[in-house]
């Protein structure tokens, strides 16, 4: 049976009944959807962090997790290298392709940098033993510039040079890591890359400095020949009151002021997009429509708390909107994924969980999937666009699109329409029959799956 006492999770469809058990009902990993197998559309992730680091804490009370290894190991160093072989275990029986970490996940920090460099690569150099022997992949990694207390003013914002060279110096030996595992994307997360109070903070020189920061990270990763895709993922707060990175189009504002827009992708997360009072749609939309979609965050958050929660996706609604705009777009950035940046709640402790958690984004995914394939099939969304946008078409309206139009030109077309036309101009959008409309895809497309 192995390091977990489970076998392989297995597709059984949905001849069994609603009731999850420990399989899938909607991922079947190489049915075509759209020309492709599912598992090449979705590209799904296992993040370190969370699998098989986080003990389930919240603010007021101390972990619930139970996990396999607990209790085996006083040294933290074979616990982390122990915990390869669980990770490398989980993701062949869960049958996921990927996984992605952050330095600091995989191997406990020494005094000195030097020290913690060594620790690190030693159990990097288990991962990828790993990783050949099983064909798991990494879809990306990252360096946590925000943990450790030394980061309390930031990284590669802090007001004080000796972290903010010890940063460079980490996250040297970061892209290093991603150069010998062969990640296929490098996550920058600004985790308080921003500021508390702006009395005491320079927001042009903060920002200048973190720019020089990814100027040298894009230097470097040509000069090892390193060809991940670099990504910033954007996060409104939490836990600065404002990161710099607030939503995707500030993030994308400041990739163009700072000349890093050809070096640079999007990685979005649902509950991130949340945070900036967004929808995870919009993010996405705004990041596809510029061309800078680079890889997805899976999870989502308690629209009633309003914090950063990192729930398993299991909104249906939602990942039908998240995979649309996929489909629309034609993947998922060049080289990205589905990484489940998300953890089981406090009540689901058991190590099973940590399985059951997973199949439900998983099947949430596949089934947003199937539903908006349908979707892009019937062509009821294009259509809309199609006939709500018809008068840009021809006439007037051609011209604005065409670049022919001027203020004069659209006053004399304008200067003597009756209100009465003008009113007759506009039509209803139907929104209630849209939703309704949007649901009844849901209904069918997945009781045909």
């Not at 020309?35 to 603010?59: E, N, S």
């Not at 159990?123 to 990306?140: A, C, Q, R």
């Not at 040509?222 to 710099?244: M, N």
């Not at 399985?355 to 947003?368: C, N, Q, V």
Request: with cysteine.
């Amino acid at each position: 049976m192995g390091l977990w006492d489970i076998d392989k999770i297995e597709y059984v469809g949905r001849e069994k009944g609603p009731e999850e058990g420990l399989a899938f009902h909607y991922f079947d990993a190489d049915k075509v959807v759209a020309g492709k197998k599912m598992k090449d559309w979705l590209r799904f992730g296992v993040a370190w962090w969370h699998t098989f680091d986080q003990q389930l804490v919240d603010p007021f009370g101390d972990g619930t997790a139970q996990r396999p290894w607990y209790g085996k190991y006083s040294d933290p160093m074979d616990e982390a290298l122990a915990k390869v072989d669980y990770a490398f275990e989980f993701f062949q029986k869960l049958g996921v392709d990927y996984f992605c970490f952050h330095d600091r996940d995989i191997a406990p920090e020494g005094d000195t940098l030097r020290e913690t460099n060594a620790n690190l690569q030693r159990v990097v150099d288990k991962i990828e033993e790993n990783m050949k022997s099983t064909g798991v992949k990494l879809l990306w990694n990252t360096s946590s510039l925000f943990t450790n207390p030394r980061f309390v003013s930031g990284a590669a914002t802090s007001p004080y040079a000796d972290i903010y060279a010890y940063a460079a110096g980490q996250l040297k030996n970061s892209l290093d890591i991603a150069k010998q595992l062969g990640a296929e994307n490098y996550v920058f997360w600004g985790g308080r890359e921003g500021y508390e109070n702006l009395w005491v903070t320079d927001m042009t020189r903060e920002q200048e400095h973190m720019a020089k920061f990814f100027h040298m990270c894009v230097d470097y990763a040509k000069q090892i020949g390193l060809d991940a895709q670099f990504l910033i993922e954007p996060k409104a707060k939490e836990p600065t009151t404002f990161q710099y990175d607030f939503d995707a189009a500030t993030t994308m504002n400041f990739l163009r002021t700072y000349g890093l827009e050809n070096d640079f992708k999007l990685n979005l997360e649902g509950n991130h997009a949340n945070l900036a009072t967004h929808t995870y749609q919009h993010e996405i939309r705004t990041a596809v429509d510029a061309g800078m979609l680079g890889s997805l965050d899976a999870n989502q958050g308690d629209k009633l708390i309003g914090w950063d929660l990192d729930e398993f996706p299991t909104d249906i609604t939602e990942t039908v909107s998240v995979m649309w705009e996929v489909l629309r777009a034609g993947q998922i950035g060049p080289h990205g994924g589905l990484n489940f940046d998300a953890k089981p709640r406090r009540t689901s402790f058991t190590w099973q969980d940590l399985f059951r958690s997973h199949i439900a984004g998983m099947d949430a995914f596949a089934a947003g999937l199937i539903v908006a394939d349908k979707m892009h099939q019937d062509k009821y969304i294009e259509n809309l666009w199609e006939n709500r946008y018809a008068s840009f078409s021809e006439g007037i309206g051609a011209t604005v699109e065409d670049g022919t139009a001027t203020l004069e030109s659209l006053n004399d077309y304008a200067i003597d329409i009756p209100q009465k036309d003008l009113l007759a101009a506009t039509k209803s959008d139907h929104l209630e029959s849209v939703k309704a409309t949007i649901n009844n895809f849901m209904i069918d497309a997945l009781a045909n799956a």
